[in-house]
Structures are given as structure tokens and as C-alpha cells.
């Protein structure tokens, strides 16, 4: 792939459109913006999350998963293209499995928190059920790969349990949820 950047600011959305994929101009707050602009988000989430996880298996977990959000964006930006495979689903559920493994069931609800990588995975997930939701919402107007949706709903699930697995590794209990605490 050669310079594809030559110039970073094109002023070609000045007046509040932005260019798709295949050439096709929108609004910048269509719904397709929206959707690949908050799995965008989630990317740079992820980002934080690495900086902050020292098992070496979590963060090439987590670096492919930021590959998978990259070409997900990219087929959110190009109407029609399909780049998220079942094969990509199926690494998240056995990742989600093994990880889940290893944990106590879960009595209690639990709070967002722990340690700064595991409040760093929670942040995360709930950016990943936003970028679901704009992704459902734009799958409702146009087509979009039904692949796109089981991904970030699998993804949001695996971003749960990290935050436990990090919280674990790094000898910190979850947040545990105590109803009515401020009564």
C-alpha cells in the first residue's frame, strides 16, 4: 500500500459532509457515520486498554481485535462490503470461553472499576454496545452484514469478562454491586 495520505486536511467537509468508501458523500451525522465513527471510538478504547495490560496473550488478543474493529470501520465506510467472517466470531467465542474458564460464576452484579486496565475493558464494552446499537440502527435502513452485528455483541461480552481477568491478574477484586448502598 502506498501514501494514500498526502495532505491531511482536504476541507471537503466544511459544510457538514464527509466522503464514503466508494466516493458517495453524506451527512456527517448519517447513520453510517455514526456507526463506523463509534466502532472508531471503540478502537481508540481498545488503544487505552493495551497501554495498560501487561499479559502478553491479552494484548495480542486485543491487537487483533483492533485489526477486526479496523476492517469492520471499513466495511461500515464502503456500503456493501462485507470484511467481518464467521471465523472472526468464532476466535472471539473461543477466546470468551477460555477466559471465562477461569473465573468465579458470578454471583453479584459488578461495577465498572477494579484496576485502570479492567475500568479501561468496561469503558470499552460499553462503547462497544453503543457502536452495536448505531450499527442495528443503520442495518435497519440499509444493508449491513449480519457478521458486523454478532461480532460487536461477542466482542462486548469478551470486553466483560476481560475486565475480570485483568482485575484477577492484577490481584484486584471486582466492584461489587450493593444495592440501596446511599439508604
Known amino acids: 500500500m502506498g501514501n494514500r495520505l498526502s495532505k491531511i486536511y482536504t476541507r471537503t467537509g466544511d459544510k457538514g459532509e464527509t466522503g464514503l468508501g466508494d466516493g458517495s458523500r453524506v451527512a456527517k451525522d448519517s447513520l453510517r457515520v455514526e456507526a463506523y465513527g463509534t466502532t472508531d471510538e471503540l478502537n481508540s478504547t481498545i488503544g487505552l486498554m493495551i497501554t495498560e495490560v501487561s499479559d502478553g ?18 466495511e461500515l465506510c464502503i456500503p456493501g462490503r462485507e470484511s467481518i467472517q464467521q471465523s472472526q466470531i468464532d476466535a472471539l467465542e473461543e477466546l470468551l470461553d477460555q477466559l471465562n474458564e477461569g473465573l ?14 479492567a475500568a479501561y475493558a468496561h469503558l470499552a464494552r460499553t462503547i462497544c454496545r453503543r457502536s452495536e446499537r448505531r450499527v442495528i440502527s443503520l442495518a435497519r435502513e440499509e444493508a449491513v452484514s449480519s457478521a458486523a452485528i454478532k461480532y460487536l455483541n461477542r466482542l462486548s461480552d469478551l470486553l466483560f469478562v476481560l475486565a475480570r481477568v485483568v482485575n484477577r491478574g492484577e490481584g484486584v477484586a471486582d466492584v461489587l454491586w450493593q444495592p440501596d448502598r446511599a439508604r
Open 104 to 117: 468465579e460464576p458470578l454471583k453479584e452484579f459488578i461495577l465498572p472499576g477494579g484496576s485502570r486496565a
Open 57 to 74: 496473550p491479552i494484548r495480542e488478543a486485543l491487537l487483533t481485535i483492533q485489526h477486526d474493529l479496523f476492517d469492520l470501520g471499513g
